[in-house]
């Protein structure tokens, strides 16, 4: 129960058991005072764990063997148990002395000089240990067998000790009521009476037995019986007696939140049996099922068999009939847990229809839902008992053994479900849906499932469950909708989650269509119902807060079992790459994988999606992509931070020092900002503080997972900013970061004149030698239509400063920030009195703020370079320059001998010097070895993370998928992690073709962010090729329109480059209006020439805004998420054609390839193309227009123009 989640199988406790302490739980939840334990059960368990015969014989002794009671009553004093023990035990050594004299209740009690033999003391004990709870039960059940004898002994005591006198009237009184009698005043002394049981006194029992049920009484009793002064209650202990017969077994149960909640259950508890080990010759694998019946069958109190395995051991034969338990978030235990319940041997059950008197057994299984839904199911089964074929629902139980286990409810989908299902969701990449509709109807093949529920003890059989009921109701297809803001069954994890598509449109919002003032008359016409559906549909595809997510599966799939995969692969870092990886994994339909941790310090982007634009985003996923792919659901997001890898332990310290074990670890962090992190000084939102820094209050980076939380929005900081006249905010560095960050400022209502833009010289950053992080390059128009804004708004921008230090007050506050100027001034000596006041407030810092006037740059002496030094006071600093690894990470990797140059160092498979550690994203770099001739580029900060992420997830599937990987993969006898081969030991041969054995990378690099003025800035540009990378310098390489009104935000600014053979290298955005950033990426890598002429009708002057141009509808087809497929099948097909390749070829031997391709050159080879191939061509656009119809509704195909005229 600590490491599983065992709770839906009883958490392996025998029914009664689990009742009990499900019980104890609510009360202990519901803040009441529960127990499952009298105080004689905590005190078997004391006397359990300690070994009393060592502590008797620790005691000195007489010379006749006895020792003294202070003696052992100090030695008792001495000892310590748990905190839930000693909390009930708090007087342990009184409750052991008072124990001996229960069990020797005629002899005085224990003073200071007393002697007693060990021996006695250790009978005692036990005789107290031994008294279990059916001992008890036989105790109490032989008194009240033999009542009446004790009701005359109590009689006969109650006289004694009234007095001769009154013997005659109170035998009157007894014959008459005997009740009265007992419930006479008169007070009775417990040891007397007990005296008066036994055999000497001829009484019934011995004495023996009588210190047995004076033990039991007092600690199972609940009577007090401590001393011989102890008085009889009336009822002569009965009521007690009772309560003893009705007694359960004490269970030592812990608060259910504790991790020792179930630890201390007894054996004979549990509901469970364990195989330690199986062994099987391979031949007869087949046959492993054959085994558990008789296992079963030695332990026929037992209804549960375990078995645990390493995580990266494959599955047999054997545990492909158990089901894996998942585990706790907070589990460190090293194995899978796999079980299986003896009923699931009998055979699988059965799916049948609901039937009237089935129903009732149906209402326990609802108990997992929330009342509105149990009520809607029940609703829902009663109209399909009434309807029957008539409803469009159909709900099956699983029966098994003449018991129901299981509800599914189908519900067959109207005409256009399925329609809308493929606008919006990219249902045709995992499904043939024409295959599915049969007999000439639409969704004919295809069923909803609407609800289901299982016992777990039959979650193997789903599959088979969900096969059974598409086989009786005719489908061939079932498709599940999941509203990701409810509770989502369990169910999913056996389907397959379809990704959501994007509209083909370059704008968010669409432009309402011009009215036009001659068609005003007339009448408009009513829309049909496939108007209706169609505009439906166009919504849901264009609905940005849609948080349904598609999961599928096909018939035919279902025959097939997932293979689990239980390998423990740890992400850090939730970059686009880490997220890719994580995407690509789980898209595989074959495997299943149980174990995936993403560790992502401040949660997923989406988790912020309330707090207004602050940082500029990679565009790579949008929030509703990554909520819709079920991401959560799938794997554990942990809001932590990696500080330490231990590599002989295979895991990870976090910040909190727990640690996160890992088979396969896979290091995606990126880079990040390094400007505080060059001071020793770690942001003021990172819990953790590395060895060597310190953190400064009001100093953050805007790389700080809780930046968003410091600066929210009515926060304390964003108060100051705005109330307080001497808080200011300095914002420095020129990434594009810093300008978001200065617009999330101004969004919070913070005044433009309390924000300090602070810009570092350009050469600081080139320096770097690799993409720079400079947001607008020199001379860039875009950078000038920003800072002309901020200067509108009053905010001051300081050009060609780099942060020196940061000068802290008394209290620890951010005091000033400190600047070396490399604009070329003259350093301004101090005044020797101003230089000795300084040094004082070096040494004897001054609590008040800081002496320069707010937001003005001070002359503060030279730097150590002996370039003028400024002083900038301010309240709060937050940077956004020049990038590297974050120092946690690179602790973690330099401390681990892995390979760092620069870079994390991995290879072409993106595998580290150790065989269990993977590296991908900006962090890393190829090795330089596989850069031979060609120049290319190593550093993957130049892919997209995307597709690096992708391309990591294939190379690791080499090694986990038994179907596609290696041998080892498939469960074959292969080499530990230890022995795998490193990056280091390619042998020289494979050296030499080593730059071939490196992934090709083509997807674009996105960026974009929310500017100053309101104003979305995207800039996409093509991967990196090789290691020098210019901007373009050939005049016709650039094409620009500027219709930007500063003003009021309309207008748009947008520049696209083109390369050397015409294709689209970069394109630029600024405006008012958010584009949607995926189509911008379909440009990137498009020929000039499919864009209708651009370059040539925007020379002309045709153009005035391009983005207005391609937003017309002529260009949809270009933005359709499937355009560059049928790019790829076009050019597979000219490849394939020698008449194409020879005139491509011959036309290509008098081109300089540094000039490129003119646009002469390219017009005349199309004019000299093939007549055939211009006609594949043409028929090959046909195609792809009237498969994409659902998106693509503008164009206007020969086949429609056929209909229409035979409509006339």
Known sequence: AQCFQVDPYDNLLKGPYMKRVREHSRRLMEGQDASLCAPGDFLQVALGSMDMDALLDSIPKLEDGRINAVQLHGALQMQEFSDEVGEVLQEFEKSIMMLFWQANFLEPMLQENSLLFPSKVSECVQLFVNLDISERKAIASEVLKRWAEVQDILKLTKEAMAGPGDAEEKEEKYEENLGDLLEADTTVDTVVFFKALGQEEQGPFTQDFLAKLLITLHWWGDVDISSPLALLPEDGYREALEKVMQSEEGLFVSHPNSPSWLANMPPHSKDVFCVNMFCLDQAFQTQALDFLLPAFSLFPEKDYCIITQPHTAPNTPLLNAFTIVPPQPQNTFGHVLYLIHRASLLGPPKVVSLKPHLLEQVHPLLDVFEEETRQEIISQSKLFLQERKASELEVFVVDFDSQVVGLIMLQMPNADVVDRLRCCYHLDDYLLVEHHETGGFSNKGHVRLLHWVLNPLFQKYTRRLLQGALRICGKTALFLETELKESVSSIYRELLQVAPRRPPQLKKILREPPKVASFCNIEEELPTEEDLREKERQQLLRDLEQTKALSIVAKKLLSETKIPVNARIVVVGASDCGLSFLESLLSIPHLLFNSLTLLAPGGLEYHHAHHLPLVAGTAAYSHQELRQIMLELRVRILDSRMVHIDRQQKCCILHDGSMLPYDYLVVATGLQDDALHALKIQSMGVEHVTDGYRRVNGAMSAADPSIRDLLVEGGTLVKSLIWNPLSYAVVYGRSLNAYCVVQGLLLRKVPARKIILVLPSR?????????????????????????????????????????????????????????????????????????????????????????????????????????????????????????????????????????????????????????????????????????????????????????????????????????????????????????????????????????????????????????????????????RRGDMQEEPSIEEQVIVTDTLDLANGTGHFCRLTLDAFGKVDSITYLGGEALQVESLWSLVGLSETFLNYLYQRWRDNDIPDIVEFLADEWATALFHDRFMDFCHQIKLEMLASEEVKDLINKALEAVNLKEGLSRKLLTDIRKDLPSDSVKQIQDHLLDYLQENTNHLKTYFLSWQWAEQGARK
């Open 763 to 1023: 050469s600081q950053e080139s320096q770097q030698g690799d993409i720079s992080v400079n947001a607008f390059y020199e001379g860039d128009e875009v950078e000038k239509k920003i800072h002309h804004i901020l200067e509108t708004m009053g905010l001051k921008v300081y050009e060609g400063y780099r942060l020196l230090g940061i000068q802290q007050c008394t209290r620890g506050r951010l005091k000033g920030l400190i600047f070396e100027d490399h604009n070329g001034g003259e350093v301004v000596p101090l005044p020797a009195e101003e230089t000795a006041e300084r040094e004082r407030e070096k040494r004897f810092p001054a609590p008040e703020a800081a002496r320069a006037p707010m937001g003005i740059l001070e002359d503060f002496g030279a730097s150590p370079a002996k370039l003028p030094q400024k002083l900038l006071a301010c309240r709060i600093c937050i940077t956004a320059d020049a990038v590297n690894v974050d120092p946690d990470i690179f602790n973690s990797v330099h401390g681990n001998g892995l390979v760092y140059d620069g870079r994390l160092i991995v290879d072409h498979n993106f595998g580290t010097t150790d065989p269990a550690i993977y590296g991908a994203g900006s962090l890393c770099e190829f090795s330089r070895r596989f850069q031979r001739q060609n120049s290319r580029y190593l550093r993957h900060d130049g892919f997209n993370g995307r597709e690096v992420g992708a391309k990591l997830a294939g190379a690791l599937l080499k090694r986990l998928d038994p179907v596609n990987g290696d041998s080892v993969a498939a469960g074959g006898v292969g080499m530990t992690t230890q022995d795998l081969p490193s990056a280091s030991m390619l042998t020289a041969t494979e050296e030499e073709s080593s730059p071939d054995l490196l992934p090709e990378f083509y997807m674009p690099i996105a960026k974009g962010g929310l500017l100053p003025g309101s104003l979305h800035y995207y800039r996409i540009h093509a991967c």
